[in-house]
């Protein structure tokens, strides 16, 4: 896959580093791993199975992912516009601006609920004028996807504004110059340079939206089979003396993460194509990746 | 990233939201953490005898969480028609916001609590470290796992109980008791964030020789772990842990829902309520159905938090309040 | 405000950060206003006692100390593992680069039961840590830099990992050609581009390290002064319904980890700005590697 590099580190150094990377990987998060499967399967596949078709867990995997899907392009969108203009721009307060889109980070997710129920809860500054038109933010959909756009607020700028610095702007700078509008400029240059660390925040973000548990469970109100997402209904079994229910519907979420897996090797494979087919159309020229 | 699969994740989501979205009388019953096999068991039998009684079928909706936790949302916003908690506090707090009446203790009999429970030791098997009383829990090498006493119901109670059972022994007071919690916090090597996790910490991770728990829980701690690791012990005396239930009037005169709310918590008290309590382990107040489970509940002498620390609202302020007796005895000096 | 240096052909700068300001406000900047507010109800007399109170001080130490020690460490092992993900074949490689993201998908409170149950001193691990060497880990303040690690590990990883990959063969090529040992390389070449983003990354574990509750309170222990963390307190103010405390101390955390994040951004910068220009000084032609610029515009 890679261009075996002319300037490589000895075979010894690679193997130590490789152990020393992947014994963390086994040691910290192998183990967990292992062991949420362990407690889930326990009693054995068929409570294991039963578990995972309660009608409340299968309306938790609903909202759980009804929840990412809504709050992921809005962070989409987000992270791309404010990665272009800090990371191509120079501007006054450009440090301040990444670090207030780093804060959400450093608040604590029961903060970021109680954030919510401050501003929408009955006796917050807009409670009155809610209740009075029988709108519902609070221990309802809105209110737990605007908790999960919080939470998930700086995943993919963060991931892109490091990598965008690190390209500059000389491409962006050529393709304009060259005569592209804005739109092919992006499309065509920035789009294909950023796709890594956008997949990667993309992943990031929607992982952390479908595991997050803190801030949502402040403004979820619990409701079962209404309100609790997949994280939420976890808890919620381990405390009800479930534990193979709950470690069901964790390793559930543990799969998710895998699925950046299947997501990564199709993306993989495709560019590699890609790369093939550009290589057949122009065989004298270099081609990028 | 693909069409087909975003709108088959759309589809799968919206199909599993879809039931939702019915329109009948519902009641939102917000209630604290462990009750759900309580209520999992009582709503079915309501709704069966609400409707032969009125030819109304409702639903009943269920919301478990933290007791404190559960009634700060009930304040700010979650539309509970009923709520059912661990300690009257809870109730308290939603009484002052004026979200449910100010006697709420005499909307109902028994102070508005329907069944009690206790709390009793859960020892390893064979009691190695011979604890009886109280007393025992405090000798040096015997390690307690309780939940944290100033962040969870079940920890208050724990509090409460062993503050008591001092001050309730001879030439026992407030400094007599005082210090024998010192004593009791030097053998708690840890304080688990809730309930279940004092539990699985004892039993599963086999930390510590005693938990203190509510005895309601001994009976789920056996359904899930098995019978044979540990036993019950009954000390001499403990607390009557009174669990209350309440009408949120606010929400039930907002939504219609009163008559139901009024059914659902009455019914509590019926034969069929008590049974049921008494079938998940708690105490029925009803003097016959307690009778015929008596065997489920050894006698134990108990004190109530009224009568000991003259109600919870003295009982917050005196000890879990920041700088209460339990700050205190964490205090360096 | 307006910079007009030459640079600014590219366009979509004002949209693009007017749409993300306002962004910003709507979400962040407003409900942490309202929190802040919320704390002004308060004198700064009585502000400045729930702040500094004997357990408030304690929890900041402990929570800072083992964020940052959490972060630490996954600065060092997260910049290997970036490396031996992107760098290296080896069997299972796609595996441990999916395993990488499962921190974000474990809900927390899943993760803290089951680090404590394999930290404990009957889990898997812990019977043979105390076991053989005496030394504990769940239910001490160690057992929080365990969690923490755990918790916050993505972040390093993932920002350091697309930078590697963006990493110009030719870069390294040139080096060793001018003589360098892959150690010199490594250390002059290597370091300095992806330094930036690991700084990154250990500012977002530290950040997130801070905040962390629902798998920190399982393992931790919680005993007041020794292994008690600052949300934990707050929300044992939430317990006693003090909001007004608890938002003092969700005022602390969130004024104190502004500094901080403020103080590695400005380094991030300074040391971004530092690379640019010095392989500018360098090689003015091999930065932003015109082939590639030219293959893609046309």
Redesign the interface.
Known sequence: MKVRRAAAETPAVRWTLTAIGVGFLIFFLGLPLIAVFVEAFRSGWAPYWEALQEKDTLHAVGLTVLVAVVVLPFNIAFGVAAAWAIAKFEFWGKSLLTTLIDLPFAVSPVVAGLLFILIFGANGWMGPLLQSHDIKIIFALPGMIIATLFITFPYIARELIPLMQAQGREEEEAAVSLGATGFQMFWRVTLPNIKWGLLYGVILANARAMGEFGAVSVVSGHIRGETNTLPLHVEILYNEYNSVGAFAAASVLALLALVTLIAKTIVEWRMAKETEMLNAALPTEKTAS | MNRSLLSAVLLAAGLSLAPVAQAQTSLLNVSYDVARDVFKDYNPKFVAAYKARTGETVEVKQSHAGSTKQVRAVADGLEADVVTMNQATDIMFLAEKGLVAADWTKKFPNDAAPYTSTMVFIVRKGNPKAIKDWNDLIKSGTSIIIPHPKNTGNGRWTYLAAWGNALKQPGGNDKSAAAYLSAFFKNTPLFAPGGRDATTTFIQRGQGDVLVTFESEAELIAREFGRGGFEVVYPPQSILTELPVAIVDKVVDKRGTRKQAQAYLEYLWSKDGQTNAAENYLRPRDAEVFKKYADRFPAVKTFTVDETFGGWAKATEAHFKDGGSFDQIYQVK | ???N?P???????N???G???V??SL??????G??IA?SAELSLAEFWTLAT???SMASYRITFGTSLLAASINAV?GL??A???V????P?R??????????????????G??????Y??????GQYIEGQWGFKI??TPWGIVVAL??VT??FVV??V???I??IE?EV??A??TLGAT?WQ?FWRVLLP?VF??LL?GF??AF??A?????SV??I??????V?EI???L?????????LI???VL?VV??VI??VL??SI??LQ?WA?NRH?SEARELDPGS????????????
């Open positions: 405000m307006k910079s240096r640079h600014r052909v590219l366009p979509g700068f949209l693009s950060l749409y993300a300001l962004y910003l979400l962040v900047l407003i409900p942490l309202g929190l919320k109170s004997q357990r092992f290997i593992v490396w031996v993900l760098r290296y074949e080896f299972g796609r595996f441990f680069d999916a395993l990488v993201d499962l921190p974000f998908a474990l809900p927390t409170a899943v993760a039961i089951t680090l404590t149950t394999l404990a001193n009957t889990g898997w691990l769940a239910f690690t755990f590990m993505p993932r920002t990992q697309p930078v990959e963006d063969a390294e090529e080096a060793a892959r390389t581009g930036p983003a990154t500012a977002l950040s997130r801070i905040g962390e509750f629902g309170i399982f931790a222990g919680n005993i007041p002064l292994s600052t949300p934990l707050i929300i044992a103010k939430l317990e006693q319904y003090d405390g608890a938002t969700a955390m969130l980890s502004f994040l403020l951004n400005l910068w971004a640019r930065t932003g590697n015109p082939a590639n610029t030219q293959g893609a515009a046309a």
